[in-house]
């Protein structure tokens, strides 16, 4: 059975250091929810806090209505999966898998049972009976994944599960991941760095930095529209330029250097004055076709198969990634000139410390 995971003003501190300051989140019974942000953040401290391997300085978390701060570890009923897999070398898949079971004291039978319908659900029916020091690292981490299910634990909670793998494997192993959680059904709490594999694999997803949560939402959400400039910079490439923000009486246009251009979807009450921060993502630069738009110079060009990636250092000083589809023709070389328009239906614009987007269609979901 799945639950509803609660923090209420969570506290995590060692010693006079607070690392998670009074965080209130809200898990919904069968989401697959990430906690996404960079080594040190608090990510991995708030999963441990969750699996009873951590202490609790200060409030609450609960599982559907009870709170289990001082519940035992071993009563929370909870699966994990680490990023080193951690299967024994001296038992075969079967009996890796079969070892939670085994000191729950299930049935023989009932054991077996559920041993061969989990080892068929994550496709390694047919290694059962292989001792797994040979395996390769995905077949690993299917063991690891079988082991944590097979107890139909309430929360499954993951630590980093794919870094240890290479970069292919990793795309093959998230998809599997996200197959395997949505058709089990558990609450899963997955912890990673990597933004890619977030946006891949989460129902939704929390940011997080210095033990704060920067914004909840779900993928596509926090990608379009981030909260503020460090959700913007950590959720794939964007480039952060000074502009000003200007007001008239049609609407709003965005000033950048010498490039003015009309843009909608700004929230009035929101807006503190015209100086502001503009988040633009490479694919949302147009190379201009008929030299209006900011003028810029190509740095440095890098083909990249389906896209090209260009570095243009623009009149305002600011340097700029853009990516652009690749042609079989069509290339700019180092010191060519180019003028940029940019899709101003797809910039978010920020109060110039970066901490409001100005833009609509904000939102940090906590429940």
Do not use: W
């Amino acid at each position: 059975m799945s639950v509803e995971i609660t923090f209420h003003e969570l506290v995590k501190k060692y010693g006079q250091n607070t690392v998670i300051p009074k965080l209130d989140l809200k898990i919904r019974k069968g989401e697959f929810f990430t906690l996404l942000g960079p080594s040190g953040c608090g990510k991995t401290t708030l999963l441990r806090m969750v699996a009873g391997f951590n202490s609790i300085e200060g409030g609450t978390i609960s599982f559907n209505d009870r709170v289990i701060n001082d519940l035992d570890a071993g009563k929370r009923n909870i699966g994990m999966v680490f990023q080193n897999y951690a299967v024994f070398p001296h038992l075969t898949v079967a009996g890796n898998v079969r070892f939670g079971l085994d000191n729950r004291r299930v049935s023989k039978a009932e054991a077996q049972k559920r041993v061969e319908e989990v080892l068929k659900v994550v496709k390694i029916d047919n290694l059962k009976d292989r001792l797994p020091q040979n395996m390769s690292g995905g077949q690993q981490q299917r063991i690891a994944l079988a082991r944590a299910i097979v107890i139909e634990p309430d929360v499954l909670l993951m630590d980093e599960p794919l870094s240890n793998l290479d970069a292919k494997l990793r795309v093959e192993m998230r998809d599997v991941i996200k197959e395997l959680q949505h058709k089990v059904g558990i609450t899963t709490i997955y912890v990673t760095h990597d933004q890619e594999e977030a946006m891949a694999v989460s129902d939704r997803i929390a940011v997080m930095k210095d033990g704060v949560i920067q914004q909840v939402g779900r993928p596509r959400s926090i990608y379009h529209r981030p909260a503020n400039i460090f959700v913007a910079t950590f959720i794939g490439s964007s480039n952060i330029i000074h502009g000003r923000l200007l007001r008239g009486d049609f609407g709003y246009r965005i000033q950048i250097g010498e490039y003015v251009n009309p843009i909608e979807g700004i929230e009035e009450q929101k807006v503190k004055d015209e100086a502001v921060l503009v988040s633009i993502r490479p694919e949302d630069f147009v190379i201009s076709k008929d030299q209006s738009g900011l003028k810029g110079r190509v740095i440095s060009s890098v083909f990249l198969g389906n896209s090209t990636r260009y570095d243009i250092e623009l009149e305002t000083g600011d340097v700029v990634m853009l990516m652009e589809e690749s042609t079989e023709t069509d290339h700019l070389i180092p010191d060519s000139k180019v003028y940029l328009k940019v899709k101003t239906e797809k910039i978010n614009v920020y109060d110039r410390e970066g901490n409001v987007n100005y833009s609509k269609g904000v939102v940090s979901d906590l429940e």
